[in-house]
């Protein structure tokens, strides 16, 4: 099948509004930061949307810088880490999982562990 020029634009335009419209209803949006996640237009339309509604969530799950806009936030890293850790740090990242706390003790006070109630 082949496709015009007019026929991939006016494709790109449906993509595009349908993406706009799954993106108003979202609470939250995930970028899957990878090399491919970057490269695509989709992604990058997605992932500047949801981060100008402070909606994004990146999860690092490939060895890749993230662009400079995405720069200033925080993303969890899947990459290289086993599968039970990398579950734990998902369901942390959407809010399905409270993250784990250490306490190291008060600055310059004795060690947390050497402290009793």
Request: proline share 7%; charged share 15%.
């Amino acid at each position: 099948m082949h496709l015009g020029g007019l026929a991939l634009l006016e494709y790109a335009a449906v993509v595009g509004e349908w993406i706009n419209e799954q993106m108003t209803l979202a609470r939250r949006t995930i970028a899957i930061c990878s090399p491919a996640y970057f490269a695509s237009p989709w992604g990058t339309q997605e992932g500047t949307s949801a981060l100008a509604d402070n909606t994004l969530t990146p999860l690092r799950v490939a060895d890749c810088t993230p662009p400079k806009v995405l720069g200033t936030i925080a993303y969890r890293d899947l990459h290289g880490i086993d599968e039970a850790t990398a579950r734990r740090r998902l369901f942390e990242a959407v809010g399905l999982a409270v993250p784990a706390r250490i306490a190291g003790g008060f600055p310059g006070g004795p060690a947390a562990a050497a402290v009793s109630g």
